[in-house]
């Protein structure tokens, strides 16, 4: 592994790593907002109201993932490929045009956050239509710097060595920049419509972001502590060949609610709970193996490898977090005998924020660490008191946010589904139980400790390159 930026790529790697935690802060933020509001309603009324501040909390969310997925890439191509990235000086172009049209969007939704709903405000203001909300003029520049990126990503494959990550990513990318095009028209049946997007939504999520965040981490683990390359390379087969047939027959899930038979019920719930198993087999596996070799390495006074420990603890944190999150709060929320009250309530939320801090944004905080550690050209990156307690926190914050969101979910099937059949009086009620109000409030507060964490978080992917424990 070159432990310096001796490369253009993880150069450019770092600068899309940076706008991601930038942008990461912004979530959290908008977040917090939010979670007041629900609490105060009339926090920030007609300023900054509650169905904006969402819309930035959510697609902060998916653009600083983004941001960390294609970093990400561009960090590690030259150590899977042996070669400088063709095209870096491109990717770079495309980092500043995608920067700037995020700014920009996300400009528009705080300040102008509203339009006469016509094709003008389609095209500058919002399309309306959740979690891709962007404009259409930011679709098209998001399609440009993707074709670019996967241009980069192709030319210097087929230049340099392809290893078995390397190919699984070619796929994985073509995959998820073809279904972003499915968001990029509407029909008028709405049901049509509503399919279309979900192919967008929950496909982007349920296959090609695990298939990413699984080649991600399976080259993490052999750069950090040095895990079989064969071992690795076997379980991305086997995720691709489950991930993508569960991602999208996982998907039918939604589709009864949309107007579509009601066997999606049975094979949605099904195969969506199967997402998250090859991960962690991957995962356990992997470590199976290098604990045995750490053994024998300390039954021989040799020092097992292991470089890069922030990183570690994080991708640690991802597979397990993506097990509970996607796999467990997934599960028991879509099982037909259970959707048919949880549908639409809180627990979506609940799965919805454990999912994606376990699933995806812990992994890609690892990668910031890595990232640091290309920055430094340490051999050896340690843990600090501000590496625990970002994590900690972080990890307590969004499970408490979770444990919160289930126990309001509990509330409304109670009392808005079970009781009073789930009409809009009843829909009001559970709004003003005291379970619903307790559990928001204590979503809050788990709110500011997830953010108290990201601010230990940022300090130390700031300051730990000159820590003692790293300067020994």
Not at 75 to 88: A, H, K, Q
């Amino acid at each position: 592994m070159a432990n310096n930026l001796t490369y253009e790529s993880k150069k450019l790697g770092v600068m899309y790593f940076s706008v991601a935690a930038a942008l990461l802060g912004a979530q959290l933020l908008f977040g917090l907002v939010a979670g007041i509001q629900f609490v105060f309603p009339g926090f920030l009324f007609e300023v900054l109201d509650f169905n904006v501040a969402r819309m930035v909390h959510i697609n902060a969310l998916v653009v600083w993932l983004l941001y960390a997925m294609i970093g990400s890439v561009y960090y590690l191509l030259p150590d899977e490929t042996g070669i400088e990235t063709v095209g870096v000086g491109l990717g770079k172009l495309g980092f500043y045009v995608l920067t700037l049209a995020v700014t920009v969007v996300v400009l528009v939704y705080i300040l102008v956050q509203v339009g006469p709903a016509n094709h003008a405000t389609l095209w500058l203001i919002n399309e309306g239509r959740e979690y891709i909300e962007a404009p259409r003029w930011a679709d098209i520049g998001i399609v440009v710097v993707v074709l670019i990126f996967l241009a980069n990503v192709y030319l210097t494959a087929i230049k340099g060595e392809r290893t078995g990550i390397i190919t699984v990513l070619m796929a994985d990318l073509l995959a998820l920049a073809g279904l972003y095009l499915a968001g990029m028209f509407y029909t008028e049946n709405i049901s049509m419509d509503q399919y279309w997007w979900w192919w967008v939504i929950h496909l982007w999520v349920e296959a090609t972001w695990e298939v990413f965040v699984a080649s991600i981490i399976g080259w993490a683990l052999i750069k950090t502590i040095g895990a079989n390359r064969q071992i690795v390379e076997m379980w991305l087969w086997i995720e691709v060949a489950m991930l993508f047939g569960s991602g999208i027959l996982g998907i039918g899930h939604h589709y009864f609610w949309i107007g579509t038979p009601e066997y999606w019920w049975e094979i949605g719930a099904l195969f969506s709970a199967l997402e998250p198993v090859p991960l962690v087999a991957m995962f356990v596996h992997v470590m199976y193996d290098w604990g045995k070799e750490a053994g024998i390495k300390k039954g021989a006074g040799e020092k097992p490898m292991m470089n890069n420990t922030p990183a570690f603890m994080w991708f640690v944190g991802s597979a397990f977090g993506n097990f509970l999150g996607a796999g467990v709060w997934g599960f028991f929320h879509t099982l037909p005998q259970m959707n048919i009250y949880t549908h639409g309530t809180q627990f979506t939320a609940a799965h919805g924020h454990l999912a994606f801090f376990g699933a995806f944004a812990m992994a890609m905080i690892a990668m910031f660490y890595m990232g640091v550690q290309g920055t430094t050209g340490k051999k050896e990156l340690k843990m600090t008191f501000a590496s625990k307690m970002g994590f900690a926190l972080l990890c307590i914050g969004v499970v408490g946010m979770t444990v919160s969101l289930t126990i309001a979910g509990y509330g409304q099937v109670m009392v808005e589904r079970a009781q009073m059949g789930a009409t809009w009086e009843a829909y009001f009620i559970s709004q003003n139980s005291h379970w619903f109000l307790q559990a928001m409030g204590w979503r809050l507060v788990m709110g500011v400790v997830t953010l108290v964490g990201f601010l230990y978080l940022v300090y130390d992917l700031l300051t730990i390159r000159n820590s003692k424990v790293n300067n020994q």
